[in-house]
């Protein structure tokens, strides 16, 4: 009897070292099994990313719809192209929507944020975003900003 | 002494049918000789009782013959087979052969008396456990202590956890069992009892018994055969008649219980007048 | 004079040498010596009950706490930047780099290496080693190395369920009390943390600790002089140089996983 609740709370208490990795995998590291499967693929180019990495999210009036799956320098525009994956269940980004990169709060991650224009088409896998607007860098602005505070 | 037939008013001594030999051997540990270049041979069927006084590494001869530690030089047979040279995996078989009772009783303190006795069992055969059951029972008959199946090492007395630890060492029925100091720290009646029980065991089952002892009228009691040990050395051995007749002075302190002899009561220090008339504080 | 203390700093030298020999002798000899699969599992199960379930509660509890102080810690200074909205990233990063397996290898050092050190010396004491022995079972693998795998098997798992209760700790300050919106503070960490750099590196750690840890209080009580004094001299040396060799190490596996040194 005595082994037996031995053998019980050893058994619970190696089923909660696995949720407890489970946990951290899924909710805590956002590791999904299958990536969203069923999504489509997203193409748009900035001028310059900023801070933006992989994995950094896509979203849409606030709401995620999407992840940046890989970044890299477009050799012959010379910008950088961002590829993004976006829910299966969003199928409705209008073929105008502009994307630009915001950060959350002053410091925060960086993010892309999607605008929706009022085209009847929508983009499908593989489309491009043409309408982009690069991240706002910092030192830019404190540059501007001082630049106009000598002209003045 | 030394003389491989001692003999007795024209009785042969116990010494021709011999189950463990040691020839020739030094144990040091650290700087001090525990044993110097002694030799005994301990007869088989018979109890035979290794004496000395406290601090004479009695118990470490026992270590030796179980292959716990290895001398230095000389050899330990036990049926011809030399202990010390043995691998790691002969000398656990032939451990198989050997049980060892010991000064604490060394019971696992995590099982209770029936699993004690049945852990040797268990690890060495693979007997059914039905049968083990009636093994165990059957030992613990012989130790008197069958009511006691169910309890925790924790809730037994002494005397009661020697019993039981000798029950588990000859669980496997063994050809020597070896008793580490069986009587110290016991009262009278325990004692009694445990003189009884190694008596009857060794009759009744037919091993060969070796008892470290320094308790001399129980061990004179029992014993077939006495070695007894002093610096290292084998100073006086015999049957328990030939040890009373013994005059060595070495050995009448010991048997008699005289408190200084050879075996100074004082322990080494500078003359008393001496250091008293120094005065001073100790620093 | 000098000669004497040179001597002496010699003699030590090489007895330190020595008990990293015997040391090194135990391990190899409880893990080459690998009990039977079928002996084993019933003794495993029971030491895992010994060092880990019952070191679950002040694993449990530090998380917490220390999840807690963590997530009011981070929003405290975060505030003043604009950007409470980290703390769960923070907070996250903090636990499952450093954190999770540290804290949880001292308290395991404290718990469960003390108890393996003060268990295993007293069986030295009581003669039950040397009667394992003699009844002709190796004590290596009897008691050794059931033990040795418990450790190893429960400092992850202990050392996981440290950070988890800990992020959820912080949670429930962050969110729950101070108020930033619970989805910033979970997607922020989403991002932040990465499975193979932060969890994989963080388990790795604790793996090593819980090794380490479980190797020391294993020496120790094997090793130690079989007297109330030797066991609890022992004891102390068990929590002292688990806790030193912990945070020792720590730095080493950090500055390999996380620096470019």
Redesign the interface.
């Known amino acids: 009897m005595r ?1 037996r609740t ?2 019980i ?2 058994g ?3 089923l ?3 949720v ?2 489970i ?3 899924l ?5 999904t099994l299958k990536p969203k499967a069923g999504g489509y693929t997203l193409y748009a180019s900035f001028e310059n990313i900023g801070g933006l ?1 992989q ?3 896509v979203s849409m009036s606030g709401v ?1 719809i999407g992840e940046v799956r890989s970044i890299r320098l477009d050799p012959q525009m010379l910008m950088a192209e961002v590829e993004m994956s976006i829910f299966a269940d969003v199928d409705f980004i209008s073929a105008d929507s502009s994307a630009m990169i915001l950060t ?6 960086q993010y892309i944020g999607i605008v929706p224009g009022g085209d009847m088409d929508v983009l499908g896998d593989g489309d491009f975003i043409f309408n982009t607007q690069s991240a706002l860098v910092l030192e830019d602005l404190v540059g501007k900003f001082l630049m106009n505070q000598v002209s003045e | 002494m030394g003389q491989d037939k001692p003999v007795v008013d024209g009785k042969a001594l116990p010494l021709d049918d011999i189950i463990v030999e040691i020839r020739n051997m030094t144990f040091t540990r650290g700087s001090r000789k525990i044993f110097d270049d002694i030799s005994l041979k301990i007869p088989r069927g018979k109890v035979t009782a290794i004496m000395g006084p406290s601090g004479t590494g009695k118990t470490t001869l026992l270590k030796l013959i179980g292959g716990q530690l290895r001398p230095d030089t000389g050899e330990i047979l036990l049926d011809g087979q030399n202990i010390p040279k043995l691998n790691r995996k002969d000398l656990f078989i032939v451990r198989e052969r050997m049980g060892m009772l010991f000064q604490s009783g060394a019971l696992f303190t995590d099982m209770n008396v029936f699993d004690n006795i049945a852990f040797p069992i268990r690890v060495h055969t693979e007997l059914p456990e039905v049968m083990i059951r009636d093994i165990v029972l059957m030992k613990l008959q012989a130790v008197g202590l069958r009511g006691a199946v169910s309890l925790m090492p924790s809730e037994l007395s002494g005397g009661m956890a020697r019993r039981v630890a000798l029950a588990r060492a000859i669980s496997l029925d063994p050809d020597i069992v070896m008793y580490d100091e069986p009587f110290t720290g016991q009262d009278p009646i325990a004692m009694g009892v445990l003189v009884n029980l190694i008596k009857r065991l060794n009759q009744a089952l037919g091993h060969t018994s070796i008892i470290v002892s320094h308790d001399i009228q129980e061990t004179l009691s029992i014993a077939d055969y006495i070695y007894v040990l002093s610096d290292g050395k084998i100073i006086a051995e015999g049957t328990p008649e030939m040890l009373k007749q013994q005059d060595s002075e070495q050995v009448r302190q010991f048997v008699d219980g005289l408190p200084d002899g050879p075996v100074p009561f004082h322990y080494p220090a500078p003359d008393l007048l001496d250091e008293l008339m120094a005065g001073g504080v100790f620093k | 004079m000098i000669l004497d203390n040179i001597q002496r700093l010699g003699h030590r030298t090489l007895s330190k040498c020595a008990a990293f020999g015997r040391s090194g002798q135990i391990l190899f000899q409880s893990i080459v010596a690998r009990p039977a699969p079928m002996m084993m599992l019933p003794l495993l199960i029971k030491q895992i009950y010994f060092i880990g379930v019952l070191s679950l509660v002040i694993i449990v509890v530090s998380g917490a706490f220390i999840g807690m102080v963590l997530g009011l810690q981070g929003y405290t200074i975060l505030v003043d930047y604009g950007s409470e909205q980290a703390v769960g990233q923070m907070v996250a990063l903090s636990l499952l780099r450093e954190l999770a397996p540290v804290v949880t290898a001292l308290l395991f050092a404290g718990r469960a290496g003390s108890a393996l050190t003060a268990e295993i010396g007293l069986m030295k004491a009581t003669e039950q080693l040397a009667s394992l022995e003699m009844i002709g079972v190796d004590p290596y693998r009897r008691i050794i190395a059931p033990r040795l795998y418990a450790g190893f098997i429960c400092m992850p798992l202990l050392s996981m369920i440290f950070a988890v209760v800990g992020i959820w700790g912080a949670a429930v300050v962050a969110v729950d009390w101070l108020g930033i919106y619970s989805g910033a503070y979970w997607a922020n960490m989403q991002q932040a943390v990465d499975f193979r750099e932060d969890v994989i590196n963080g388990l790795i750690k604790a793996v090593v600790f819980g090794f380490i840890v479980t190797w020391i209080a294993v020496y120790q009580g094997y090793d130690c002089v079989p007297t109330s004094e030797g066991i609890s001299q022992a004891t102390t040396r068990t929590v002292v140089y688990a806790s030193l060799a912990v945070l020792g190490f720590d730095f080493v596996l950090t500055a390999l996983m996380f620096g470019d040194l």
């Open positions: 082994i031995v053998e709370s050893v619970i208490f190696m909660l070292g696995f407890a990795l946990l951290l995998a909710n805590v590291s956002g590791l990495t994995r950094a999210k995620q959350s709060g002053l410091l925060g991650q």
